[in-house]
């Protein structure tokens, strides 16, 4: 018993061990690097599928690094296909939180938490904790920009409680301190904050590191230590301009504007103001160009120069405007997108049901050829006698694997006509059954009378035979 009970839980660990195997040797080749791919290596198709996959990847996470958001919605769609076609559940998992990632921006949450959770149950089939850690993280992401902050902070509990990576449990954390800061909890902010700053060096991930810098700048912000604060976004700053990440970037130049505009320091409050305007320019950021103009508004105002004021304000207005231009057209695109990947999704299912019918057809070819010509060497057979009735139980089945052929074949051509209406359908199926079954009682009864002369010709046969060896035999004991 104690065997039964262990040998379920054991032939598990085995499958979860065989599933996990290929990934594990193909990360010791592969690793997480935000690469931009500038010679288009990841479309080479004499390169293995894996090794494209990471490329395509790693090029993803130089996008977003970037900010480059038309890129990143073709590259996760080409990552996502790579990722099926190598059919390993952690990298379907990682590819399915990239589209999410892909509609960020999105006012239907509801597009972004239907690919995350579609990580989270690929992630959940491999048994990876990190992958589920992972899926968890993303998902809260997405009820933190609802404004749902106390639903955000369950999620990111339970991502904590499986991630395993340096990489996800610095975005981890960082997402648990933006949470508790927005929450007016500056104390909770800085422990998390000072959790997520486990990357000691800039080149391995440069933007988890400048976001920790940021998000401990912010953290000291709100609980107003200036000088901590300062030390932490410069430090931000110092990393993300090197490396070319614009978020942590510019929201550190905000971040500490804002700070030194309430410290009354004017003139540094202005140029960050002025550095964040040009690398929102020169990022594309909306949002960016909407708080530096602001920040410059209030600055100037301070410092009593109301035409400058005015011009910012302007600005600002012009930037806020095209934000919610932007906000309309970026629906629009993520529709686009999440309909491409749903003709994708339904061509992909379509092929797979063509596929089956065709095995289906096939087999059902082969059964009805196996029934015939068995039935067939009895009729034909010089010296089996067979009954009636096992004839009558073979053309029977033969009936019904004929009649099962039919409607494999002509099944997708009454779904159109009828537009897969249940009555429809079903009436035209016992209508080309009312045809088969009379088909079917004369075929039976031709091949019982074509069995009956069979039997008598080999009855016949054998009682001759009979009759001359019982002739026979007097005449051989005479001999004797």
């Known amino acids: 018993m104690p065997y039964r009970a262990t040998l379920p839980s054991l032939n598990r660990s085995i499958a979860l061990f065989l599933s996990a195997l290929p990934f594990a040797l193909f990360a010791q080749l592969y690793t997480y690097n935000a690469r931009y791919d500038s010679l ?31 890129e990143i919605r073709k590259n996760a769609k080409e990552e996502f296909a790579l990722a099926e076609e190598l059919g390993i559940d952690t990298l379907l998992a990682t590819a399915s939180q990239h589209l999410g990632d892909a509609l960020n921006g999105s006012a239907d949450a509801a597009l972004q938490l239907k690919y995350f959770y579609q990580g989270l149950d690929y992630a959940q089939r491999s048994g990876n904790a990190n992958h589920i850690g992972t899926a968890y993280k993303q998902i809260a992401t997405v009820y933190k920009s609802l404004g749902d902050l106390p639903r955000a902070l369950e999620l990111l509990q339970l991502a904590l409680a499986n991630v395993t990576s340096d990489y996800q449990t610095n975005r981890t954390c960082c997402h648990l301190s933006e949470c508790y800061r927005l929450m007016g909890k500056p104390d909770s902010a800085l422990y998390w904050a000072q959790r997520s ?28 230590e200036r000088q901590l604060a300062d030390v932490h976004f410069a430090r931000a700053i110092e990393v993300a301009d090197s490396f070319q990440v614009m978020i942590p970037l510019f929201g550190s130049l905000l971040g500490r504007g804002e700070m030194e505009l309430d410290a009354g320091d004017i003139p540094n409050a202005i140029a960050d103001g002025r550095r964040a305007l040009r690398v929102s ?37 012009l ?24 003709e994708g999704e339904e061509a992909k299912a379509k092929a797979e049901e063509a596929a089956t019918r065709s095995r289906n057809i096939q087999f059902g070819i082969i059964a009805l050829i196996v029934i015939t010509l068995g039935i067939f060497l009895l009729v034909f057979s010089r010296t089996a006698v067979v009954g009636a009735k096992a ?62 002369s069979k039997n008598n010709r080999v009855r016949l046969e054998a009682a001759r035979r009979t009759i001359e060896e019982l002739e026979a035999r007097p005449t051989d004991i005479n001999a004797g």
């Open 40 to 70: 288009d290596t990841r479309h080479d198709k004499s390169r293995p599928v894996i090794e494209r996959y990471f490329i395509t990847s790693n090029h993803g996470a130089a996008l977003f690094n970037l900010g480059l958001k038309d």
């Open 391 to 452: 004839i009558k139980n073979l053309s029977l089945i033969a009936l019904l694997l004929f009649f099962e052929f039919i409607n494999l074949l002509v099944h997708p051509f009454l779904g159109e006509i009828t537009h897969h209406s249940p009555i429809l359908m079903l009436l035209c199926m016992a209508a080309i059954a009312g045809l088969l079954i009379p088909l079917h009682h004369r075929m039976e009864k031709l091949i019982t009378n074509m069995l009956v």
């Open 197 to 224: 700053n486990i990357i000691s060096d800039p080149g391995s991930d440069p933007y988890a590191y400048a976001r920790s810098y940021y998000v401990l700048g912010a953290a000291y912000a709100a609980k107003r």
């Open 281 to 317: 320019v020169d990022g594309g950021n909306l949002e960016g160009l909407v708080g530096a103009s602001d920040l410059l508004r209030r600055s100037f105002k301070a410092s009593g120069q109301s035409d400058s004021a005015y011009r910012y304000f302007e600005l600002r207005v």
């Open 319 to 342: 930037y806020a405007d095209s934000l919610i231009n932007a906000t309309n057209l970026n629906k629009l695109q993520n529709m686009a997108f999440a309909q491409e990947l749903k």
